[in-house]
C-alpha cells in the first residue's frame, strides 16, 4: 500500500514529534507509555523522522506528559457523571484510544489539514468527534455545546498561541463550561527564550510564543479559574522505567526550581460566576 505523505509545516508539523517518541516507546521493555497506534503511523506515513532530530530527553519528558495526561483524563472519567473530554491541539495522538472508558463524550480538535490526515488512521464514532478548526476561531465550542461535567486537555498546543489569544480563549471556555477542568503543559519563560536551540522546533520552523512562570498569574486573567496542580516531571514516580542516567537527571532537577518549572503540567478549575452582591457576611 503506498505511504500517506505528510506535508505539515511549523506547529502542525511538531505533531510528529510526540508520535515519533510514543513509537520509539513501544520497543522498550518497560515503556513509560504504551500505544501501538503511534508505531503504526509511523508505518503508514512517508516522511523522514530521522530529520526531526529528536533528542531521547525529549521523548522521556514528552512520553511522560502523555501518560500523566492520561491520568488526569481517565481520573475524571471515573468521578465525574457523564463526562466530556475536549482534547485540543490533538494531532495524531491516540488518547481516545488510550482512555479505560469509551463510553463517554470525546472531542478531537485540531486544524483542518490536521484532522483530515487523522481520517486516515482513526474512525469517529458516536461517542468519538473530530472537529476542524484553530483553538482561537472560537466558534467551535459551539459544536460541542451544552455539557455538564467538562474536562479540556491541551497537550503541547498553548506554548504556539500568543498571551492575548489564551486570556480570550480561557474566558470563553469558562463562561461556556462553569465547572469545567482544564490541564496544560506550560513553558517557562526562560525555555521560551531558549527554545530555539531545541533541533525539532528548529527543523519545523514553529514559532513558539507562550510561557509563563506563576502559574497563580491565570487566577488574575479571570477570578473564576483557580489553579489546583502544578505537576513537575520531576515528580514522576515510575522511576524504573528509567534509565539510571535518567533517574539521577531528574533527582537533579528536581533540587532547582528552575529546571522543575522549565516545562511542567498545570491544572485549573472553574468556578461558577459569583453573583454581585450576594455577600452574605
Ligand atoms: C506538539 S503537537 C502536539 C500534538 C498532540 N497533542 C500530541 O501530544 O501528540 C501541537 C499540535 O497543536 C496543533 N495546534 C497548534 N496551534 C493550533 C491552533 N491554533 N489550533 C488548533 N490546533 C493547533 C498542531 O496542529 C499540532 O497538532
Not at 13 to 33: D, F, G, H, N, S
Request: glycine content about 4%.
Amino acid at each position: 500500500m503506498a505511504k500517506q505523505k505528510i506535508k505539515l509545516s511549523k506547529e502542525k508539523e511538531t505533531l510528529l514529534v510526540p508520535l515519533y517518541c510514543k513509537a520509539c516507546e513501544c520497543e522498550k521493555e518497560k515503556p513509560i507509555i504504551k500505544d501501538e497506534k503511534a508505531k503504526e503511523i509511523i508505518e503508514r506515513v512517508e516522511y523522514n523522522f530521522t530529520e526531526l532530530d529528536v533528542p531521547n530527553k525529549t521523548c522521556v519528558t514528552l512520553n511522560i506528559r502523555a501518560n500523566k495526561l492520561d491520568e488526569y483524563v481517565n481520573q475524571y472519567i471515573i468521578s465525574h457523571k457523564n463526562p466530556t473530554i475536549i482534547h485540543l491541539g490533538c494531532g495524531l495522538d491516540n488518547r481516545y484510544g488510550r482512555i479505560k472508558d469509551k463510553n463517554i463524550n470525546f472531542y478531537d480538535l485540531d486544524y483542518q489539514e490536521v484532522i483530515e490526515l487523522k481520517k486516515n488512521f482513526y474512525q469517529e464514532n458516536e461517542n468519538y468527534h473530530f472537529i476542524s478548526s484553530s483553538v482561537t476561531d472560537l466558534d467551535w465550542i459551539n459544536e460541542v455545546g451544552e455539557k455538564p461535567n467538562v474536562l479540556i486537555v491541551a497537550e503541547g498546543l498553548f506554548m504556539y498561541i500568543a498571551e492575548e489569544e489564551l486570556k480570550k480563549l480561557f474566558n470563553t471556555l469558562q463562561e461556556q463550561w462553569l465547572n469545567a477542568h482544564l490541564i496544560f503543559d506550560a513553558y517557562s519563560k526562560y525555555t521560551v527564550k531558549n527554545i530555539d536551540k531545541h533541533a525539532s522546533i528548529r527543523k519545523t520552523g514553529a514559532e513558539i510564543k507562550w510561557g509563563i512562570d506563576d502559574p497563580q498569574e491565570i487566577e488574575d486573567w479571570n477570578d473564576n479559574i483557580k489553579l489546583v496542580e502544578e505537576w513537575y516531571f520531576t515528580d514522576y514516580q515510575q522511576t524504573e522505567k528509567l534509565s539510571p542516567l535518567y533517574k539521577l537527571a531528574f533527582k537533579a532537577a528536581g533540587l532547582f526550581k528552575m529546571a522543575k518549572k522549565a516545562h511542567r503540567i498545570l491544572y485549573y478549575e472553574f468556578k461558577e460566576n459569583e453573583v454581585e452582591g450576594n455577600d452574605s457576611t
